[in-house]
């Protein structure tokens, strides 16, 4: 998949990001198309081989239709996840670019944090997620930072997002 300059694009391991420049430079005596990534949250720059943007897990924002579906993971997934994969792989979940696996970690977490006290690492991943779910979210729904997080909070505590 390739994309245009302004297009909103997830990072796994960095959040929603935006195309700001795409560039061919020298590297090792080649020349390599790059995208320039620019992350507002934490106004950090990246730059990305083209060629190795799927690699990476780099892909576009998700649809409203699929901003549906986290709704409904958040709010009926009741799986068990793993502990040992998410205290030895914590970095494999980053690396992940499913928004749908992204929202039932989020979940499972969620509801342990509920039952007892989280683990620093499982805190920082909790919290990763939760900000990478509301920035793609506010992104696809084209609403501010503060209603996606109000949404997901609305369907965490038995409620319905509404999707205008």
């Known amino acids: 998949m390739s994309f245009v300059l302004d297009q909103a694009v997830v990072y796994p391991m960095q959040g929603v990001g935006k195309i700001k420049n795409i560039q061919n430079k020298e590297f090792n005596g080649e020349?390599?198309?790059?995208?320039?990534i620019y992350f507002?949250?934490?106004?950090?720059t990246f730059m990305v081989p083209v060629a190795r943007a799927a690699d990476l897990g780099i892909r576009a924002l998700?649809?409203?239709?699929?901003?549906e579906e986290v709704f409904d993971i958040i709010?009926?997934?009741e799986g068990q996840i793993d502990q040992k994969k998410i205290k030895d792989g914590s970095h494999d979940f980053y690396k992940q670019s499913d928004i749908l696996s992204t929202a039932k970690l989020y979940k499972f977490l969620y509801v342990k944090s509920m039952q007892k006290e989280l683990p620093f690492y499982e805190k920082r991943i909790l919290n990763d997620f939760e900000l990478i779910l509301q920035h793609e979210i506010s992104l696809a729904l084209q609403i501010s930072f503060e209603e996606a997080k109000e949404k997901i909070r609305e369907v965490l505590s038995g409620g319905q997002a509404v999707l205008d």
Request: aromatic share 24%; proline share 5%.
């Open 62 to 67: 998700v649809s409203k239709e699929k901003v």
């Open 75 to 77: 709010k009926d997934f």
């Open 40 to 44: 507002p949250f934490n106004e950090m």
């Open 31 to 36: 020349f390599i198309d790059y995208y320039e």
